[in-house]
Every structure is written in structure tokens, then in C-alpha cells.
């Protein structure tokens, strides 16, 4: 992992440009203000969820689930999967 470190000073509005520190997709950074001062930037990117059936919105609603899927995810990725029965025989069976 790089990491990238520059020196940045506010302009006369007090504002600081960030721009080529903002990774594509970026919706905004949660902001943590150490006691010496220490700014802590972390980007985070918002979930437009209007587009996603009800039935599977509840899972972007809820945290926990999300991060179980995404360590399953991380998981196949990394080839921690484990190999199962096939289901194939019971497809045709209509409930």
C-alpha cells in the first residue's frame, strides 16, 4: 500500500482542496479530531438503494448482514470455500 503524504494549506476561506487525495467514487469523508488536533479523514461511499428490489434493500439496511456477505465474498476470493452436496436432484420439485 502506498501511502501519500503532501502538504496542504487553506486558502483565505478556510477551505482545503482534497481533490487529488479522493479516491473515484468517494461520497464524502467521516471526520475524527484527535485531542493534539490530528485530523483523521475516513472516505466512505453512499449506497443509492432506490434502485434495488424491497426484498433485497433490507440487506444494505442492515449492517451486520452487510458485513457477513462481504467477509463471504472476501472469502471466495481468497478460495476459503468448502465444497457441499449437490441440491440438483430436488430443482424440479415444486413447493
Not at 34 to 50: A, M
Not at 64 to 87: D, H, N, P
Amino acid at each position: 500500500m502506498t501511502i501519500k503524504t503532501k502538504s496542504v494549506k487553506p486558502d483565505a476561506r478556510g477551505k482545503v482542496s482534497l481533490k487529488e487525495f479522493i479516491i473515484k467514487g468517494t461520497s464524502g469523508f467521516n471526520v475524527t479530531v484527535e485531542e493534539n488536533g490530528t485530523l483523521i479523514l475516513k472516505p466512505f461511499i453512499e449506497v443509492d438503494v432506490s434502485g434495488i428490489k424491497p426484498e433485497e434493500r433490507w440487506i444494505f439496511e442492515n449492517p451486520k448482514v452487510l458485513a457477513e456477505i462481504k467477509l463471504g465474498l472476501k472469502q471466495i476470493g481468497e478460495g476459503k470455500t468448502v465444497t457441499r452436496k449437490s441440491y440438483a436432484e430436488y430443482a424440479e420439485i415444486k413447493i
